[in-house]
């Protein structure tokens, strides 16, 4: 799930991508894109995870956590996610579906791990917000693992901003141009996130029990088991 607004259905044919959908595919290749998601997992020791926990990738994008998942030697996989041109364009391995983070398509207790990386901003209100880490808390085993990465107001990430502001460096560096353009596409619900840390790590505080909660390089990594 990576905007809101996407009409949630099951398309017959590759839709047209938003203009933040656009400059998503375009900031990182797939590639790219595996091997920072395969750097995150394994600084949150999911590396050493039993091989057989079954995964779901929640605003899954075009599939590269579920890529990087898989490079790991994890083979149960689904990738949830609300956007069809995103979801068309996942090729495996691992399955994508169109979803929605605030009800997701899934069993109670049929996973062991629930991550989503970059989803939650995206969100409208902190009560979504609220929705979609009851339903990661509802679809994961009791002693299962919770994982959420989002962006964080780090010294990082404000000189990330400060740079892509300028219109100079968007016109030379085609990835400062595609990250300015998603942050324009998604700032309101972004800049809200980043403006209420003390609310949001209070709201994640109801459905997770921290084990890794640590915020730098511009991100918010929790890693946790679900509150009952």
């Not at 899954?60 to 998942?69: C, E, F, I, K, Q």
């Not at 983070?101 to 207790?109: F, H, K, Q, Y």
């Not at 919770?146 to 300028?166: D, G, K």
Request: charged share 25%; glycine share 8%; net charge positive.
């Amino acid at each position: 799930m990576t905007r809101p607004s996407v009409s949630f259905g099951r398309a017959s044919s590759v839709p047209v991508g938003t203009r933040w959908e656009l400059a998503y595919q375009a900031f990182e290749t797939p590639e790219e894109e595996v091997r920072k998601f395969v750097g995150r997992l394994r600084s949150i020791g999911a590396d050493a995870w039993d091989r057989r926990s079954r995964i779901v990738e929640i605003c899954s994008g075009r599939g590269s956590g579920l890529r990087a998942w898989h490079s790991l030697g994890f083979r149960d996989v689904i990738g949830v996610d609300l956007s069809p041109a995103l979801v068309a364009a996942d090729t495996g391995p691992g399955r994508c579906i169109l979803g929605d983070a605030r009800v997701l398509p899934l069993g109670s207790g049929s996973r062991d791990v629930a991550i989503v990386q970059g989803g939650l901003h995206h969100l409208a209100t902190f009560a979504d917000v609220a929705l979609a880490l009851a339903e990661m808390k509802r679809v994961v085993v009791p002693d299962g693992r919770v994982v959420i990465i989002e962006p964080w107001q780090t010294p990082f990430l404000r000189a990330v901003h400060l740079l892509s502001e300028q219109q100079v460096l968007r016109r030379l560096i085609p990835k400062v141009d595609a990250f300015a353009t998603m942050t324009e596409e998604e700032s309101e619900t972004y800049f809200r996130w980043l403006n209420a840390p003390d609310e949001l790590l209070e709201l994640i505080s109801r459905h997770v029990s921290p084990v890794i909660l640590r915020k730098r390089w511009g991100k918010l990594t929790v890693v946790g088991t679900p509150l009952v």
